[in-house]
């Protein structure tokens, strides 16, 4: 069983910067492929961003430029670094797990983006 916790979220202005993190414990970070998702009311959950074991990087197109992911083997620890924030970037962020066939899930963190 691996544990995904995430923190980070929180209220933001337009224009500017939260920095996501999510902790695993039980599995190792290095060997999955991590990816954070976001959910919006009304809106199906989707994928934002998504590292590999081989550190290859994938991201949705409205994040390109703005948001980055990270890996820290030692922490156990994936990072997303979310830049020049839009209200539409508000939503639910949630940490995910895949190796094999084991697929984990955090309980996510609200993130809020308004003036």
């Known amino acids: 069983q691996v544990h995904l916790e995430e923190f980070g979220g929180g209220l933001v202005q337009p224009g500017g910067s939260l920095r996501l993190s999510c902790a695993a414990a039980?599995?190792?970070?290095?060997?999955?492929?991590m990816g954070w998702y976001r959910q919006a009311p009304g809106k199906q959950r989707e994928l934002v961003a998504q590292?590999?074991?081989?550190?290859?990087?994938n991201y949705v197109d409205s994040a390109k430029g703005r948001f980055t992911i990270t890996r820290d083997r030692g922490e156990n620890t994936v990072y997303l670094q979310m830049d020049s924030l839009k209200p539409e970037d508000t939503a639910v962020y949630y940490c995910n797990y895949v190796f094999g066939q084991y697929n984990y899930w955090g309980r996510g963190t609200q993130v809020t983006v308004a003036s």
């Open positions: 590292i590999t074991s081989g550190g290859s990087t």
């Open positions: 039980g599995g190792s970070v290095s060997i999955a492929t």
